[in-house]
């Protein structure tokens, strides 16, 4: 079985390699070579970045759950988090809570649970019942004693404020985030990589007809030549509000909604 180094040099290569077959459909459909396609690199470009925001506009797929960690600093409120990152659901200390300092309790439940359960506790009644009251306990004592922090997102800001005097440097909180997939990862799924593919396809086309449009006609020695700008932009438009109801039947593999009570 053949096998294949999977650094990360390697899978930049693999991205660079999606986006250059990608502008080689656009001027294979656009005919170049047949015909002169009067785009630049730039315009290829364009295309497949318009492909990319309207995806993350319109497709649930496009942001995936996911965690990090945020170092706190001593009397600052508000972080300017990464663009990337759509949604701070939640904000997760790894104590009970302090108001002095980073000495809170520390307690990592699945470490206990396997300690109590298999090692101190093991072959006597008790031990999942002493993980529990504890775990209670934990969640009892965040709750009285500032161990869930308050907190805003703004989401065209990216700004993270803390609902909280932060008296200390150096605690770690973790945050719970939906954040937007990185292109790489768009463009090596299945079924994502062929609608972007066809928009950006789309999207050059009327750009091209943008173009053509302006100078119908070119006077020649026969009577010269018609050009048919207006035709690729209707052609064009056609397809991208198809694209975009493809999104609304999620053909790309999103996941459709579910019954919502109440």
Known sequence: MATTNLNPANYLEAESSLKTD???YIRLRLADGIVDVELDKEHYELALKQAFIKYRQKAQNSVEESYCFLDLVKETQDYILPREITEVRQVFRR??????????SQFEPFASGYLNTYMLQSGRVGGLTNYE??????KLAMTMFGGHIQYSFDRSTK???IVRKIPESGESVLLWIYCYKPDNVLLNDHMIYPWIQEYAYSFAKFTLGEAREKFSAIAGPQGGTTL???SLKAEAKEELIKLETDLKEYVTGAQPLTWIQG
Do not use: E, P
């Open 22 to 24: 990608i502008f080689d």
């Open 95 to 104: 104590g009970i809570g302090s108001v002095t300092g980073t000495t809170a």
């Open 133 to 138: 009251l504890f775990s209670s306990y934990q």
């Open 159 to 161: 700004k993270l404020t």
């Open 228 to 230: 048919n700008g207006a």
